[in-house]
């Protein structure tokens, strides 16, 4: 079999015209993960799969261009033609109660009933059908993880949103593909903590020995093309920015 990852969204705060927040699908063979759900994902997914073919969710954090189409998906499950059995979502412990919170109460708990919500715990691994994941701690502003994807004996190592640490190189080490945060470029001369610029996420890489680094959540305003270039000078590897339907085989 072959892992395949189709981008479904990749920009960072809110999405540029015409495009999604974050969000990747990954296939192999019968099963099919979406990582992470942010504003515009949905859509973008139903160009490649009906809402009830999703096998697997997986959220990185809370922040709603990570994760806000999961109300969309909710609806789309819940009124289905036929009754489908509960998604299994890898998040934050917090998930479940920040996702109802908006709900109304006399519907919650059937729209909640629809996912089966799987806590994540830092290097402790799930594994779903054809996958293993490990999830990590990753340096947010809130509860957030990172991710470790084993599956067809490929590697691929996706951050969310993070600021460096020696556990993000340690988990990153020698993957195939590193899908890497680069929220700002050499553009800006000053970061928020939290996240990463484009030459850290390629520092990152090249500390990790990785095989490929592919570039995302790079904040709107700013220039995907000199993030690749950012990245470039500090990481001798094959270097992209993630574009919404880019498929890549891993």
Same mark, same amino acid.
């Given at each position: 079999?072959?892992?395949?990852?189709?981008?479904?969204?990749?920009?960072?705060?809110?999405?540029?015209?015409?495009?999604?927040?974050?969000?990747?699908?990954?296939?192999?063979?019968?099963?099919?993960?979406?990582?992470?759900?942010?504003?515009?994902? *949905?859509?973008?997914?139903?160009?490649?799969?009906?809402?009830?073919?999703?096998?697997?969710?997986?959220?990185?954090? *809370?922040?709603?261009?990570?994760?806000?189409?999961?109300?969309?998906?909710?609806?789309?499950?819940?009124?289905?033609?036929?009754?489908?059995?509960?998604?299994?979502?890898?998040?934050?412990?917090?998930?479940?109660?920040?996702?109802?919170?908006?709900?109304?109460?006399?519907?919650?708990?059937?729209?909640?009933?629809?996912?089966?919500?799987?806590?994540?715990?830092?290097?402790?691994?799930?594994?779903?059908?054809?996958?293993?994941?490990?999830?990590?701690?990753?340096?947010?502003?809130?509860?957030?993880?990172?991710?470790?994807?084993?599956?067809?004996?490929?590697?691929?190592?996706?951050?969310?949103?993070?600021?460096?640490?020696?556990?993000?190189?340690?988990?990153?080490?020698?993957?195939?593909?590193?899908?890497?945060?680069?929220?700002?470029?050499?553009?800006?001369?000053?970061?928020?903590?939290?996240?990463?610029?484009?030459?850290?996420?390629?520092?990152?890489?090249?500390?990790?020995?990785?095989?490929?680094?592919?570039?995302?959540?790079?904040?709107?305003?700013?220039?995907?093309?000199?993030?690749?270039?950012?990245?470039?000078?500090?990481?001798?590897?094959?270097?992209?920015?993630?574009?919404?339907?880019?498929?890549?085989?891993?």
């Amino acid at each position: 079999m072959t892992l395949e990852l189709t981008v479904l969204g990749s920009c960072g705060g809110y999405a540029r015209p015409g495009r999604a927040c974050s969000g990747y699908l990954f296939r192999l063979g019968d099963s099919d993960l979406v990582l992470d759900i942010g504003a515009g994902v *949905l859509s973008n997914m139903l160009k490649y799969m009906e809402a009830d073919a999703l096998d697997y969710l997986v959220i990185s954090h *809370l922040h709603y261009d990570h994760y806000v189409d999961i109300y969309g998906l909710m609806t789309a499950r819940r009124f289905w033609e036929s009754a489908l059995p509960p998604l299994p979502v890898l998040a934050p412990a917090v998930t479940r109660s920040v996702v109802g919170e908006p709900l109304s109460p006399e519907s919650r708990e059937e729209f909640l009933d629809c996912m089966e919500f799987i806590d994540a715990e830092d290097r402790v691994p799930v594994r779903f059908e054809g996958f293993e994941i490990r999830p990590f701690k990753a340096k947010h502003s809130q509860p957030a993880f990172g991710y470790r994807i084993t599956a067809d004996g490929r590697t691929v190592c996706y951050t969310g949103d993070t600021d460096r640490s020696e556990l993000l190189v340690e988990m990153a080490d020698g993957a195939d593909l590193f899908i890497c945060e680069a929220t700002f470029t050499s553009e800006v001369r000053e970061k928020i903590p939290g996240h990463l610029t484009a030459v850290e996420s390629g520092s990152v890489a090249a500390a990790a020995k990785v095989g490929r680094l592919l570039l995302t959540h790079v904040w709107p305003t700013l220039d995907e093309g000199r993030a690749v270039e950012d990245a470039s000078k500090v990481f001798g590897g094959p270097v992209d920015a993630a574009v919404d339907g880019l498929t890549l085989e891993i």
